[in-house]
């Protein structure tokens, strides 16, 4: 037993190495853009300890002005655009890149510059793009803005039962991962050796990778709800599953964003977190749905949690991520209650299992169409009319200046309701406002 436990310390420690992510990302053609000399004992970047044991750096009010990037000292943030840059290899100091002859070399920037806390990054070399493009994709995957889109297309176009029960399990999923890395404590790997390809997760605590968790949790559990509603052979459902978990799990290792066993981990709680769900979920939604006191279950229940888990450590991003999700959660959850109640969206008769999908026509494609891109401007709109609204408002009711948003959002007081007000009515909208203006424009 002691020796089984020794074996497995350092197999942990061996995939928790920084050095194994820097390798692999050698291995994609990521190469850093890493000063020779060590930091600066006065540099405000702190010297990293035990892999994967290190506190977090915390980004207080000066971290704005700091760079956080690939290991480089004292570098403030720069004008240039993240992402791609060109084919110019030229290093830092003026010097030529020995990868100058490859014309396939780029010199890029870190992606999705983090507005909060003003991380930029510091450059790095791209020697495959092919390989950057599609870990791009899969760490957007699991991003903001894809969730904007892939739910509502869902909803809308597919299946109202699978989107609301899929949000469900990503909202309470996405909650458990946030809390779990806030009680543990570990930092993002250390660069050097790594290279951040993306910083704006980078102020966040690390164990475990909620983008795996989020990749493993959306594909799985939509292949738990469709197989047997829907009609399509097991084999195809599971590869696709499997390859989108594993296309976005090894995304965040590629990005310098996670460790391995942060990924693995990352995975094995989701697929734990699903066990739970899988007897559960639909008394969850039909409770959801017809509950005498649901609304209030639904209000309390995504709020306490939410409270809890910014209690557990000082501010980062990753308390905007919780309360979003549950925001979100909460809205859609109201509006199936309120649909139900009103007779609003129904869905099908057991009796029309399995569901098959209808042929492919112009109408149909352009139908579906007009739901998505309206819909979806529909939620931009709202996302933003709100977002323009709350801060604001909430700066006035707690007496903080309306001059530094970025100051104001990291408080408790501030950033909680802002996420909670603003995605409850965007996910409210998404699953009643919406599908009811769609039968007004007789897109139904």
């Not at 690390?206 to 292949?223: E, I, K």
């Amino acid at each position: 037993m002691a020796n089984f436990v020794k074996t497995f310390v350092q197999i942990c420690n061996y995939l928790q190495d920084p050095e194994l992510v820097a390798r692999f990302q050698h291995f994609c053609g990521i190469e850093g853009t890493f000063p020779d000399a060590p930091n600066a004992p006065d540099s405000g970047v702190s010297e990293p300890d035990r892999p994967g044991m290190r506190k977090r750096v915390q980004q207080g009010a000066q971290s704005s002005d700091a760079g956080v990037g690939n290991g480089a000292a004292g570098d403030g943030p720069t004008p240039q655009v993240n992402g791609m840059l060109g084919d110019d290899t030229t290093g830092p100091d003026g010097s030529s890149s020995s990868a100058a002859a490859d014309s396939e070399t780029t010199i890029a920037k870190p992606l999705r510059r983090n507005s909060l806390t003003g991380d930029t990054g510091q450059e790095f070399l791209i020697h495959n793009k092919f390989l950057f493009y599609l870990f791009t994709f899969g760490t957007e995957l699991g991003n903001e803005m894809f969730f904007i889109i892939f739910f509502p297309f869902l909803l809308w176009n597919i299946d109202a039962l699978v989107s609301r029960r899929l949000i469900v399990v990503w909202a309470w999923n996405l909650f458990v991962g946030q809390s779990t890395k806030d009680m543990i404590r570990w930092s993002r790997p250390a660069s050097p050796p790594v290279v951040k390809v993306e910083v704006f997760y980078n102020s966040e605590y690390s164990m475990p990778s909620t983008h795996a968790m989020t990749g493993t949790a959306l594909p799985f559990c939509l292949f738990m709800l469709t197989y047997g509603r829907w009609q399509y052979p097991f084999l195809l459902g599971f590869c696709v599953a499997l390859s989108w978990s594993v296309l976005v799990c090894v995304s965040r290792v590629y990005m310098g964003m996670h460790s391995v066993l942060e990924v693995i981990t990352g995975f094995l709680y989701t697929l734990l977190i699903l066990a739970f769900f899988q007897p559960i979920l639909g008394k969850i939604d039909n409770y959801y749905m017809m509950g005498s006191y649901a609304p209030l279950m639904i209000v309390v229940s995504h709020v306490g949690f939410g409270l809890v888990a910014f209690s557990l450590d000082s501010w980062s991003t990753s308390r905007g991520d919780t309360a979003q999700a549950l925001g979100t959660g909460a809205g859609a959850a109201l509006a199936s209650h309120v649909n139900y109640q009103l007779g609003l969206q129904l869905d099908p008769p057991l009796s029309s299992l399995p569901l098959t999908l209808p042929s492919l026509s112009f109408s149909l494609v352009l139908r579906s169409m007009l739901r998505f891109f309206i819909g979806v401007a529909v939620l931009l709109v709202t996302r933003m009319i709100m977002k323009a609204v709350t801060i604001p408002f909430l700066c006035r009711l707690f007496g903080l200046p309306m001059d530094d948003v970025r100051r104001a959002r990291q408080q408790m007081k501030v950033e909680l309701p802002y996420r909670y007000i603003v995605y409850s009515v965007v996910g409210f909208s998404c699953a009643c406002f919406v599908p009811l203006l769609f039968k007004i424009l007789g897109l139904a």
